[in-house]
């Protein structure tokens, strides 16, 4: 078993700044690509940033410029740096990632975190 907790979400005023953090745990052997996704109410989810487990991270043009995603190898752990949010950055910010559970299984499978809130307003 595999899971995604995501932290750090919460309320900002305009202008500010948040930290999401995404720790992953259980029986894990290699992790791939991770990102971090979000979904404003009544619309689908959207990419917001990813990064590959070596390699050019990616972000959605709405966040390029504002929005940092890094990861920790060593603690399986992915993290989002939110700067300069907007109140149309209010969503709820899920964390996924590809991970191969097995040494001896090449197979990979995708999970998702539960979400975490991040409201911006004044």
């Known amino acids: 078993q595999v899971q995604l907790v995501e932290s750090g979400g919460g309320l900002v005023q305009p202008g500010g700044s948040l930290r999401l953090s995404c720790a992953a745990s259980?029986?894990?052997?290699?992790?791939?690509?991770m990102a971090w996704y979000r979904q404003h109410p009544g619309k689908e989810r959207e990419l917001v940033a990813h990064?590959?487990?070596?390699?050019?991270?990616g972000y959605a043009d709405s966040v390029k410029g504002r929005f940092t995603i890094s990861r920790d190898n060593a603690k399986n752990t992915v993290y989002l740096q939110m700067s300069s949010l907007r109140p149309e950055d209010t969503a709820v910010y899920y964390c996924?990632?590809?991970?191969?559970?097995?040494?001896?299984?090449?197979?990979?499978?995708?999970?998702w975190g539960q979400g975490t809130q991040v409201t911006v307003s004044s």
């Open positions: 996924n990632a590809d991970i191969r559970t097995r040494s001896y299984s090449p197979q990979i499978y995708n999970y």
């Open positions: 259980g029986t894990i052997f290699s992790i791939n690509a």
């Open positions: 990064i590959p487990s070596y390699g050019s991270t």
